[in-house]
């Protein structure tokens, strides 16, 4: 499925399309990007009988040492069985910093700009699932993975998730939607 815009607007059929095609596949495992908790708290309305892991920004991304999503957020997150991490950004971390500072381009951030070419959802889905491969909180067998622009959810994968140190193990196995324009 392609959207004719990008962004929020498409929360929630980007939701009901993946859990709908993850069903169909027997893939019981959501990994979805959430940086307040809105996102992950839709997905909890959809997603029933789903492992679902809500995967936010890093601490300090916006404001040094502060948290992004609200601890209460989190803890009520949890509390109903959603695993939440925040993570440092797979595909950027301190090569954005050292790109920045010697001005270069870098592999790592070479692999997230090809990936934006699909939208910048495709990235923050693939990112994400590295991210949450990392932390431990997959089986490592295929996932629906969601990410957006900006706000939102607008890109659905299923994939093969891998760690970093392994990254190209991971396969895309299915577009379930995305937006038609980047």
């Known amino acids: 499925m392609y959207f004719n815009q990008k962004g929020a607007v498409n929360t929630e059929q980007t939701l009901k399309l993946a859990c709908e095609r993850a069903k169909e596949l027997g ?64 595909l950027s971390g301190v090569e954005k910093s050292i790109a920045k500072k010697y001005s270069g381009s870098l592999p790592v951030l070479l692999v997230a700009d090809t990936l934006k070419l699909f939208g910048q959802g495709t990235k923050v889905a693939v990112e994400i ?18 990410g957006g622009s900006v706000k939102g959810a607008d890109t659905a994968l299923i994939l093969k998730p891998a760690h970093q140190s392994s990254f190209f193990d991971l396969k895309i196995r299915e577009v379930v939607c995305k937006p038609a324009s980047c």
């Open 27 to 90: 893939i019981d495992e959501l990994v979805i990007a959430s940086t307040t908790g809105d996102t992950a708290y839709k997905a909890l309305e959809v997603f029933s009988g789903f492992r679902i892991t809500s995967v936010t920004i890093h601490c300090g991304a916006k404001e040094p040492f502060k948290s992004v999503m609200a601890d209460n957020v989190k803890k009520d997150l949890e509390g109903k069985g959603v695993n939440v991490l925040s993570a440092s950004h797979a």
């Open 129 to 146: 699932s590295v991210m949450a491969a990392d932390s431990g909180a997959l089986s490592g067998n295929d996932i629906v993975s969601i």
